[in-house]
C-alpha cells in the first residue's frame, strides 16, 4: 500500500483520540493537541510525523495557524471530518456535557411518531452481551474514559509496530462503539468509532482521487477554497447484491435439510464478504471503506477514478461466471455505483441551511440504478456462452443417479473421486455415514459439512477453541470435501475451518481468513464479520452434529409439528431515504447526514448478526442491566429452563429465517419482536409469518408457504390503511376471509396474554386431571372451533352464535368447577360476539390445541 494512503487513514482513526484523553481529565490541551501529546507518549507509530501532524493539526483553529506543507494530509482529514458532520462550521464541545452517553440513533428517526430518548451504558459491551439503550441521565465518568484508554493502549502494545488501517477500526470498534464522538445534540447519537470510520473512508477516497488528478495543494483544495471540491464527482456510492438466493437455498428436500439449508445460507453470506474483501483489496483499500453489509447486499464508499470502475466491472464478469459454472441462473450478482460529490454526502456542505435530503437523493439514484442493471443481468461473452449448447456452461456429462438433495444428475466421476483418498477432516467423518447411504452430489455434501462447520463455530464460542475459517490458495493435503470462490484474478481459494494453529501452519497459503463473531486485531490477513448462527446438537450423536428435522419436530411440545418464521423489517428502503427528515421543525433535513445513515445500518445488521444469538440463547436473561430480558416470554413452556430449540438459518441485514420447534419458535418470535421494538425507540416495524409444518414436508414449501404468511402481515390494515407491525400465523385459509393475522399488540396481549391464558388456566382436555377446571374434550373444541370458523366467514352469523351457545350448555359441570363453568361460558359467548375477539379466540384455540395433541397426524398443517 501507498504509505501516505496509510497515514491519512490512521490519521482519520486517530485524530479525536484527544477527546477521550479529555474526557479521562488526562489532559487539558484542546483535544487535537490531548491527542498528540497521547500518541507520543506511548510511543504509538513511533517515527511517523506525518501522523502526528494529522491528529494535532486537522482542526480549523489548529489549521490557521499551524506551518505545515500545503500537501499536508491534514487538511483532507480536517474536509473529511466536515463532509462527515454535514457541517462546516466547527462548535466547540459544552465541558458541562461532555460527558454524556452515547444517545440512541433512533432517538432522530422518524422523530414524529414519538419523543422517547435513550442512551447506552458502556459498562455492558462485551462480545457476548446485549447492550440495550434506556432512558437515562446518567453521565459517563473519568474512570470510564480511563479504563476505555487503558484498553486501547494494551491493543496497541499487542500490534506492536504494525500498525494498519482496518486493525485500528476493529480496536476502536471493539472499545469506542458506545461512547459519543462529539457532545453537541446534534452529534451525540454518532459515537467515537462511526465518525472516525466515515472520516477514514471520506480521507482515502479523496486523498486517492487526488493522487490520480495530480492534486497536491490540499491546503487550496480543501482550507482556502473548499467549494469547487467540493462540488467535485470525487466519490463512487457502490452497491452489491445477490439475487434468486431463495431458489438456490430452498430448493431442497428434506435429507440432511438442516445442516444443507445452513451450509447454502452461509456459503451466501461468506461469498457477499469475500467479493466485498477482493474489491477493496484490489484498490489498496479495506473495510472502513465498508458502509454497510447484511442480507447478500452491501454499500461501499471508493474514489471515482476509472480502476474503481475497471474493478466493479472485472470483478462482477468473474463472480457471475463462477456462479454459471457452479450454480447455474439461479443466483445472480449485481453491482450498481453512483457518482457522488462532497456536498451530496454532507447533505449540503455548501449551504447554511438544508435545502434537500441528499442523503436520501443518493439511494434513490443507487436504487433505480440497481433496477436498471438487473434488466441486463449477463454481458454479451456469458450470453453468448448461455445460447451456445456446446460451451462450459451448458456441457453434457455422463451421468448416474440424480441427486437425492438437489434433484441435479450427479456425474459418473464423482463416486471414483469418493474413493481416491481416506484421509478426511473430523466434519467429512462426521457426515460420511449418511453420504455412503444416499445418493448425494458433491456440491452438496460441500454446503453440508459447511453446514456442519458454521453450527460448530457457534458451539464454540459456548467455550470451546476458537476456530477460523480460512481460504486457502490451493486444498491441505488431505482429502477434504471443500468448498470454492473465485479471486479476483480468475484463480480459486479453497474454505477450510481451522483451530488456530493450523492457521499459523497454514500461513504462507492463506489467501485470507475469517474471525466470526469475535474481535481478532493481530494479523492483517484476518477479516472480522457476525453472523447469527445460534444452533442446537442432535444428542443421538453426542453433540457432535447439528440436529436434523427428524429429532428436532421430537422436541416439540404436545403435536409434533416444527415451525418456520420468516421476518423482516418494514419500509426499509424509506427508512434510509428519508428515516430521519424530521417533519415537526422547520429544518426538515438538520438532522440529516451520512454517519447517521451508516450508524442505522450498523446497529440494524448488529441486531440481526450478533444480538439474535443471544435473544434464542436466552443471554443475560437475569441480568437487571438489561430490562427487556428480565421476563422472557414462556406463555408455552411456563418458565421452563433450557436453550431453545432453533436453528437459524439465516439473519441478516434487515430479515431472520429459522426453522424449530412450534413453540420455541411462537416464544421467540415473540422475544425478537419486543426486543427490537425496544431498541428502536418503537420507531421500526417488523412484520412475520409463522408457519407450522410436519418434519417431512418439503423445504420450499416450508419457506414459500411462509413467504406467503409474511407478505399477508406486511399487508395488514388498520382502519382503512396498511400498517404493516403484524404477525400471521398457522396458514392461508379461506380465500383470505379467515387468516390468523393481527398487530404484534394483539397477538400478544389479546390472543396469548388474554385468551390462550384464561382458557389454560379454566379449562382442562384431560378428564380427572384438575377438578376445579371445567373439561372439555377434543371433540367438543374441534366443534366450537368450527363455528368460529362459521361466524367469521358466513353471511348468517346469529345461527352459528346460537348454536355456539347451545354447544357452550352442553359441557359438563361440578360442584367443584362450577365458578369456572360459568365464567368460560359467559367470557367465550361474549367473545363470538364480537368479530376481532372470535377470530382471537380461534388462534388461542388452536395453539392450546397444538399444545396438547401427541404423535404426527396426516395433516399436513
Same mark, same amino acid.
Given at each position: 500500500?501507498?504509505?501516505?494512503?496509510?497515514?491519512?487513514?490512521?490519521?482519520?482513526?486517530?485524530?479525536?483520540?484527544?477527546?477521550?484523553?479529555?474526557?479521562?481529565?488526562?489532559?487539558?490541551?484542546?483535544?487535537?493537541?490531548?491527542?498528540?501529546?497521547?500518541?507520543?507518549?506511548?510511543?504509538?507509530?513511533?517515527?511517523?510525523?506525518?501522523?502526528?501532524?494529522?491528529?494535532?493539526?486537522?482542526?480549523?483553529?489548529?489549521?490557521?495557524?499551524?506551518?505545515?506543507?500545503?500537501?499536508?494530509?491534514?487538511?483532507?482529514?480536517?474536509?473529511?471530518?466536515?463532509?462527515?458532520? $454535514?457541517?462546516?462550521?466547527?462548535?466547540?464541545?459544552?465541558?458541562?456535557?461532555?460527558?454524556?452517553?452515547?444517545?440512541?440513533?433512533?432517538?432522530?428517526?422518524?422523530?414524529?411518531?414519538?419523543?422517547?430518548?435513550?442512551?447506552?451504558?458502556?459498562?455492558?459491551?462485551?462480545?457476548?452481551?446485549?447492550?440495550?439503550?434506556?432512558?437515562?441521565?446518567?453521565?459517563?465518568?473519568?474512570?470510564?474514559?480511563?479504563?476505555?484508554?487503558?484498553?486501547?493502549?494494551?491493543?496497541?502494545?499487542?500490534?506492536?509496530?504494525?500498525?494498519?488501517?482496518?486493525?485500528?477500526?476493529?480496536?476502536?470498534?471493539?472499545?469506542?462503539?458506545?461512547?459519543?464522538?462529539?457532545?453537541?445534540?446534534?452529534?451525540?447519537?454518532?459515537?467515537?468509532?462511526?465518525?472516525?470510520?466515515?472520516?477514514?473512508?471520506?480521507?482515502?477516497?479523496?486523498?486517492?482521487?487526488?493522487?490520480?488528478?495530480?492534486?497536491?495543494?490540499?491546503?487550496?483544495?480543501?482550507?482556502?477554497?473548499?467549494?469547487?471540491?467540493?462540488?467535485?464527482?470525487?466519490?463512487?456510492?457502490?452497491?452489491?447484491?445477490?439475487?434468486?438466493?431463495?431458489?438456490?437455498?430452498?430448493?431442497?428436500?428434506?435429507?440432511?435439510?438442516?445442516?444443507?439449508?445452513? $451450509?447454502?445460507?452461509?456459503?451466501?453470506?461468506?461469498?457477499?464478504?469475500?467479493?466485498?474483501?477482493?474489491?477493496?483489496?484490489?484498490?489498496?483499500?479495506?473495510?472502513?471503506?465498508?458502509?454497510?453489509?447484511?442480507?447478500?447486499?452491501?454499500?461501499?464508499?471508493?474514489?471515482?477514478?476509472?480502476?474503481?470502475?475497471?474493478?466493479?466491472?472485472?470483478?462482477?464478469?468473474?463472480?457471475?461466471?463462477?456462479?454459471?459454472?457452479?450454480?447455474?441462473?439461479?443466483?445472480?450478482?449485481?453491482?450498481?455505483?453512483?457518482?457522488?460529490?462532497?456536498?451530496?454526502?454532507?447533505?449540503?456542505?455548501?449551504?447554511?441551511?438544508?435545502?434537500?435530503?441528499?442523503?436520501?437523493?443518493? *439511494?434513490?439514484?443507487?436504487?433505480?440504478?440497481?433496477?436498471?442493471?438487473?434488466?441486463?443481468?449477463?454481458?454479451?461473452?456469458?450470453?453468448?456462452?448461455?445460447?451456445?449448447?456446446?460451451?462450459?456452461?451448458?456441457?453434457?456429462?455422463?451421468?448416474?443417479?440424480?441427486?437425492?438433495?438437489?434433484?441435479?444428475?450427479?456425474?459418473?466421476?464423482?463416486?471414483?473421486?469418493?474413493?481416491?483418498?481416506?484421509?478426511?477432516?473430523?466434519?467429512?467423518?462426521?457426515?460420511?455415514?449418511?453420504?455412503?447411504?444416499?445418493?448425494?452430489?458433491?456440491?452438496?455434501?460441500?454446503?453440508?459439512?459447511?453446514?456442519?462447520?458454521?453450527?460448530?463455530?457457534?458451539?464454540?464460542?459456548? $467455550?470451546?477453541?476458537?476456530?477460523?475459517?480460512?481460504?486457502?490458495?490451493?486444498?491441505?493435503?488431505?482429502?477434504?470435501?471443500?468448498?470454492?470462490?473465485?479471486?479476483?484474478?480468475?484463480?480459486?481459494?479453497?474454505?477450510?475451518?481451522?483451530?488456530?494453529?493450523?492457521?499459523?501452519?497454514?500461513?504462507?497459503?492463506?489467501?485470507?481468513?475469517?474471525?466470526?463473531?469475535?474481535?481478532?486485531?493481530?494479523?492483517?490477513?484476518?477479516?472480522?464479520?457476525?453472523?447469527?448462527?445460534?444452533?442446537?446438537?442432535?444428542?443421538?450423536?453426542? $453433540?457432535?452434529?447439528?440436529?436434523?428435522?427428524?429429532?428436532?419436530?421430537?422436541?416439540?411440545?404436545?403435536?409434533?409439528?416444527?415451525?418456520?418464521?420468516?421476518?423482516?423489517?418494514?419500509?426499509?428502503?424509506?427508512?434510509?431515504?428519508?428515516?430521519?427528515?424530521?417533519?415537526?421543525?422547520?429544518?426538515?433535513?438538520?438532522?440529516?447526514?451520512?454517519?447517521?445513515?451508516?450508524?442505522?445500518?450498523?446497529?440494524?445488521?448488529?441486531? *440481526?448478526?450478533?444480538?439474535?444469538?443471544?435473544?434464542?440463547?436466552?443471554?443475560?436473561?437475569?441480568?437487571?442491566?438489561?430490562?427487556?430480558?428480565?421476563?422472557?416470554?414462556?406463555?408455552?413452556?411456563?418458565?421452563?429452563?433450557?436453550?431453545?430449540?432453533?436453528?437459524?438459518?439465516?439473519?441478516?441485514?434487515?430479515?431472520?429465517?429459522?426453522?424449530?420447534?412450534?413453540?420455541?419458535?411462537?416464544?421467540?418470535?415473540?422475544?425478537?419482536?419486543?426486543?427490537?421494538?425496544?431498541?428502536?425507540?418503537?420507531?421500526?416495524?417488523?412484520?412475520?409469518?409463522?408457519?407450522?409444518?410436519?418434519?417431512?414436508?418439503?423445504?420450499?414449501?416450508?419457506?414459500?408457504?411462509?413467504?406467503?404468511?409474511?407478505?399477508?402481515?406486511?399487508?395488514?390494515?388498520?382502519?382503512?390503511?396498511?400498517?404493516?407491525?403484524?404477525?400471521?400465523?398457522?396458514?392461508?385459509?379461506?380465500?383470505?376471509?379467515?387468516?390468523?393475522?393481527?398487530?404484534?399488540?394483539?397477538?400478544?396481549?389479546?390472543?396469548?396474554?388474554?385468551?390462550?391464558?384464561?382458557?389454560?388456566?379454566?379449562?382442562?382436555?384431560?378428564?380427572?386431571?384438575?377438578?376445579?377446571?371445567?373439561?372439555?374434550?377434543?371433540?367438543?373444541?374441534?366443534?366450537?372451533?368450527?363455528?368460529?370458523?362459521?361466524?367469521?366467514?358466513?353471511?348468517?352469523?346469529?345461527?352459528?352464535?346460537?348454536?355456539?351457545?347451545?354447544?357452550?350448555?352442553?359441557?359438563?359441570?361440578?360442584?367443584?368447577?362450577?365458578?369456572?363453568?360459568?365464567?368460560?361460558?359467559?367470557?367465550?359467548?361474549?367473545?363470538?360476539?364480537?368479530?376481532?375477539?372470535?377470530?382471537?379466540?380461534?388462534?388461542?384455540?388452536?395453539?392450546?390445541?397444538?399444545?396438547?395433541?401427541?404423535?404426527?397426524?396426516?395433516?399436513?398443517?
Amino acid at each position: 500500500m501507498d504509505e501516505r494512503l496509510i497515514n491519512i487513514q490512521l490519521g482519520a482513526i486517530l485524530c479525536n483520540i484527544g477527546k477521550i484523553v479529555k474526557r479521562a481529565g488526562i489532559d487539558h490541551n484542546d483535544y487535537s493537541l490531548a491527542g498528540s501529546n497521547f500518541l507520543k507518549k506511548h510511543n504509538i507509530s513511533e517515527n511517523n510525523k506525518e501522523l502526528y501532524e494529522i491528529v494535532e493539526h486537522h482542526t480549523s483553529q489548529a489549521l490557521t495557524n499551524a506551518k505545515i506543507d500545503n500537501n499536508s494530509l491534514a487538511y483532507i482529514v480536517h474536509e473529511s471530518d466536515h463532509i462527515a458532520c $454535514g457541517n462546516d462550521i466547527e462548535k466547540t464541545e459544552d465541558l458541562n456535557s461532555e460527558m454524556i452517553r452515547l444517545s440512541s440513533v433512533f432517538n432522530n428517526v422518524h422523530v414524529d411518531k414519538n419523543k422517547i430518548k435513550k442512551s447506552f451504558d458502556i459498562d455492558n459491551i462485551e462480545e457476548y452481551s446485549f447492550n440495550m439503550p434506556r432512558e437515562s441521565d446518567k453521565n459517563l465518568s473519568k474512570t470510564e474514559y480511563s479504563d476505555i484508554l487503558e484498553k486501547i493502549q494494551q491493543k496497541f502494545s499487542d500490534m506492536k509496530d504494525n500498525i494498519l488501517p482496518e486493525k485500528l477500526g476493529i480496536i476502536f470498534e471493539e472499545t469506542c462503539s458506545y461512547i459519543p464522538s462529539n457532545s453537541l445534540a446534534e452529534y451525540s447519537d454518532i459515537s467515537y468509532y462511526d465518525h472516525v470510520k466515515i472520516m477514514s473512508a471520506l480521507s482515502a477516497c479523496m486523498y486517492i482521487y487526488d493522487k490520480e488528478n495530480d492534486i497536491t495543494d490540499f491546503k487550496e483544495e480543501y482550507f482556502s477554497n473548499p467549494q469547487k471540491s467540493r462540488n467535485t464527482e470525487k466519490f463512487l456510492f457502490v452497491s452489491g447484491e445477490f439475487t434468486g438466493i431463495q431458489d438456490f437455498i430452498y430448493t431442497i428436500t428434506s435429507k440432511m435439510a438442516m445442516k444443507s439449508l445452513r $451450509g447454502r445460507s452461509f456459503f451466501l453470506e461468506l461469498f457477499i464478504e469475500h467479493i466485498i474483501d477482493e474489491i477493496l483489496s484490489q484498490l489498496s483499500l479495506s473495510r472502513l471503506n465498508l458502509i454497510y453489509s447484511g442480507g447478500s447486499q452491501f454499500y461501499m464508499l471508493l474514489p471515482n477514478i476509472e480502476k474503481s470502475r475497471e474493478v466493479l466491472k472485472n470483478y462482477k464478469e468473474v463472480v457471475n461466471d463462477f456462479l454459471l459454472e457452479q450454480v447455474g441462473t439461479n443466483v445472480y450478482f449485481e453491482t450498481s455505483y453512483t457518482p457522488v460529490t462532497a456536498d451530496e454526502l454532507g447533505n449540503g456542505l455548501n449551504t447554511g441551511k438544508k435545502n434537500e435530503n441528499k442523503i436520501g437523493n443518493i *439511494f434513490r439514484r443507487l436504487s433505480t440504478q440497481v433496477s436498471k442493471n438487473k434488466l441486463r443481468r449477463y454481458s454479451k461473452k456469458q450470453l453468448e456462452k448461455l445460447f451456445n449448447k456446446d460451451s462450459d456452461i451448458n456441457k453434457m456429462e455422463s451421468y448416474t443417479k440424480e441427486c437425492i438433495i438437489c434433484k441435479k444428475a450427479k456425474n459418473k466421476h464423482e463416486k471414483e473421486d469418493e474413493k481416491e483418498d481416506e484421509k478426511e477432516d473430523e466434519i467429512y467423518k462426521q457426515n460420511a455415514k449418511e453420504f455412503a447411504e444416499l445418493e448425494i452430489c458433491d456440491s452438496c455434501k460441500h454446503y453440508i459439512n459447511l453446514g456442519s462447520a458454521i453450527s460448530k463455530l457457534y458451539q464454540n464460542t459456548l $467455550g470451546q477453541e476458537k476456530k477460523f475459517m480460512v481460504e486457502l490458495n490451493g486444498e491441505l493435503e488431505e482429502k477434504n470435501t471443500v468448498l470454492i470462490l473465485p479471486k479476483y484474478n480468475t484463480d480459486r481459494v479453497y474454505l477450510q475451518l481451522m483451530d488456530k494453529n493450523k492457521v499459523q501452519q497454514y500461513k504462507n497459503n492463506i489467501h485470507r481468513y475469517y474471525s466470526i463473531n469475535s474481535y481478532d486485531a493481530t494479523d492483517k490477513l484476518c477479516k472480522n464479520i457476525w453472523i447469527g448462527n445460534y444452533n442446537i446438537y442432535d444428542s443421538k450423536t453426542n $453433540g457432535k452434529n447439528l440436529i436434523e428435522f427428524e429429532n428436532l419436530v421430537k422436541l416439540s411440545k404436545g403435536i409434533e409439528r416444527l415451525a418456520v418464521f420468516r421476518a423482516d423489517v418494514d419500509n426499509l428502503g424509506m427508512l434510509f431515504q428519508s428515516g430521519f427528515e424530521d417533519k415537526s421543525s422547520d429544518e426538515l433535513y438538520k438532522t440529516v447526514t451520512l454517519s447517521k445513515s451508516a450508524v442505522l445500518s450498523r446497529y440494524l445488521s448488529d441486531f *440481526f448478526k450478533r444480538r439474535i444469538n443471544l435473544i434464542l440463547s436466552k443471554k443475560e436473561g437475569a441480568s437487571q442491566n438489561n430490562e427487556i430480558f428480565k421476563n422472557y416470554c414462556n406463555i408455552i413452556k411456563e418458565k421452563e429452563s433450557g436453550l431453545r430449540d432453533i436453528v437459524v438459518v439465516y439473519s441478516g441485514g434487515d430479515d431472520i429465517f429459522v426453522i424449530g420447534t412450534w413453540n420455541d419458535v411462537i416464544e421467540f418470535a415473540i422475544d425478537l419482536r419486543t426486543a427490537f421494538k425496544e431498541f428502536t425507540n418503537e420507531k421500526i416495524t417488523l412484520s412475520a409469518g409463522i408457519g407450522f409444518f410436519q418434519d417431512s414436508f418439503p423445504v420450499y414449501q416450508m419457506a414459500s408457504r411462509t413467504g406467503e404468511l409474511e407478505s399477508i402481515a406486511k399487508s395488514y390494515m388498520r382502519n382503512n390503511k396498511i400498517t404493516k407491525d403484524a404477525v400471521a400465523l398457522f396458514g392461508k385459509m379461506n380465500n383470505n376471509k379467515l387468516n390468523h393475522v393481527y398487530c404484534w399488540d394483539d397477538f400478544i396481549e389479546k390472543v396469548l396474554e388474554e385468551k390462550y391464558k384464561y382458557l389454560k388456566e379454566t379449562i382442562s382436555l384431560e378428564d380427572g386431571t384438575d377438578k376445579e377446571k371445567v373439561f372439555v374434550g377434543k371433540s367438543k373444541w374441534y366443534k366450537i372451533m368450527q363455528l368460529i370458523s362459521n361466524r367469521l366467514t358466513k353471511e348468517e352469523k346469529r345461527i352459528d352464535i346460537a348454536r355456539f351457545a347451545y354447544t357452550l350448555a352442553r359441557i359438563s359441570s361440578t360442584k367443584d368447577n362450577e365458578e369456572n363453568y360459568e365464567s368460560l361460558k359467559r367470557n367465550l359467548l361474549m367473545w363470538m360476539k364480537n368479530e376481532e375477539d372470535a377470530k382471537q379466540l380461534l388462534t388461542a384455540i388452536n395453539i392450546l390445541i397444538y399444545e396438547v395433541r401427541e404423535g404426527k397426524k396426516n395433516d399436513k398443517q
